[in-house]
């Protein structure tokens, strides 16, 4: 039965993919060389561990919207869920390399989200956890299926600038805000009602009021 170890070997922008997305390279290896492997149906589970990097005075600043004041952090740092997601290896004998595309949203309603966008530079600690099912010929040549075993996992330090680049590419110079729909509406009445002619100016205008009443 086929025993298969995975390893990210690096992660790239998809670069025109209907939305954000990146490609982590994992290269799939079974420890039966000569063993044929017809397909692998490979999910995966990606989690970030966010425990396992050292964090500035900016970035734990930006970041107290998602973990709170950095000296209760001891207790709010947990691993975070980025994504699910899944992809096919075709036929192989020995190794392969195949993409694994994880799906990536600029809304700031997501913990990843703000997490990714709170720091400032680095390396993200990334740990994958694979299940799955590997079709792939007995010694006789009939076709056998097994589970990929729980147990099967690895951990990868992604450079935070592929995130930034990938955004910037899709959005560039711009953010995601999403609004319940009776705030949006009192912000589009709002600049309705002022002639504003932008939502970037509605906004800048709110903001100076807000500042002009915090300081009188």
């Known amino acids: 039965m086929p025993d ?34 017809h397909t ?28 709170g004041e950095p000296e209760r952090w001891g ?11 899944s992809t096919v290896a075709p036929q192989f004998t020995g190794a392969t390399t195949v993409d694994l595309p994880v799906p990536c949203t600029f ?19 990334i740990f994958l956890v694979f299940s799955g099912t590997v079709f792939y010929a007995d010694p006789d040549g009939g076709l056998r299926v097994a589970p990929i075993s729980w147990d099967k996992e690895t951990k990868f330090r992604m ?16 953010a995601w805000l999403c609004l319940r729909r009776d705030v949006f509406e009192q912000l589009q009445e709002y ?3 002022q002639g504003i ?8 205008k709110l903001l100076a009021q807000a500042q002009e009443t915090i300081a009188s």
């Open 191 to 193: 600049k309705i009602r």
């Open 107 to 125: 809304d700031f309603s997501v913990a990843t989200t703000k997490y990714f966008d709170g720091l400032t530079d680095g390396d993200i600690p």
């Open 75 to 85: 207790q709010t740092l947990k691993k975070l869920l980025w994504t699910n997601t």
């Open 4 to 37: 298969l170890t995975i390893a990210v070997e690096k992660v790239e922008v998809v670069p025109f993919a209907a939305s954000p997305t990146l490609a982590f390279k994992l290269r799939v290896t079974n420890e039966n060389p000569s063993e044929v492997i």
């Open 159 to 174: 450079p935070l600038a592929i995130w930034k680049d990938m955004m910037d590419r899709y959005y560039p110079n711009s």
């Open 197 to 204: 002619p932008t939502w970037e100016q509605a906004l800048e």
């Open 40 to 67: 692998v149906v490979l999910r995966s589970q990606i989690q970030i561990e966010v425990t396992r990097r050292r964090y500035t005075p900016h970035e734990q600043e930006r970041l107290r919207d998602l973990f």
